[in-house]
């Protein structure tokens, strides 16, 4: 079966779940997405690490730095708040943005980076090389508009939103977010979480971006930074919707 049909068939299999049993999965898959989100920024993030904090709220033994304890930590509370805000049919505005930053990042940010008067929740100040592409985004002065201006553009269409565009408006944002690179860290973490809440309140699975597949998933944000092409984007993100669910959907 080809590409499209595999994607079709898990978004077919998600839509038969109840929601009980949406639930349940999605409690399976935090772990996994916060795992490989976190990798693509911190290689010191460990999966033994990620599913004791997700498991217990702790990790025995460790002796990595805090920073990376603290974004694991990060990534299990802001997923939960993520899948509460679907539920009550939170805004996308900028708001939620901020909010999603300073959550996904607290207790992450250098003493450098503090010192430059950079802060979690709070746009950047300066300009910082986006990973994966030699670029630094958008001006620093710029960004808090065309975040605003970005976010309306998502809230134009969210409730009207269905399975079919849910792909489509996801890649869009996550894609039109990373170009602008809004924060001087974590723009990519805020990227990967919003844009499963974009996906979820479109009745479509999340989606994990594995670390394994990085330099794809920077190659297909250059195409849409240079060209403006989101065709590699949708292809990538309909290949790591097979990959996340493939074997959950068999069981």
Known sequence: MDLEGLYEGICDWWGTLDEESKAKELAAFAPEFAYNSASIEDSA??????????STGRVSSYSGELSTLNLIQDQRDTFARVLADVDHGRPFDEGLVLEA???????????????????????????????GVAEVGAPAADAPRLVRELADEIS????????KKALTVASYFHCSFETIHPF????????????????LSGFHPPVIIFETDKQPYFEALESFNAEGDLTPFKKLLMAETIKSWRERARS
């Open 45 to 54: 993030v460990t999966r033994e690490d990620t599913e004791q904090v997700f």
């Open 101 to 131: 930053h300073a959550a996904l990042t607290w207790g992450t940010y250098s003493p450098t980076q503090l010192a430059d008067g950079e802060r979690p929740g709070t746009y950047k100040l300066g300009d910082y090389l986006v990973p």
């Open 156 to 163: 134009g269409v969210l409730p009207s939103l269905t399975r």
């Open 184 to 199: 001087s860290d974590g723009s990519g973490l805020t990227g990967r979480t919003l844009m499963n809440y974009i996906l």
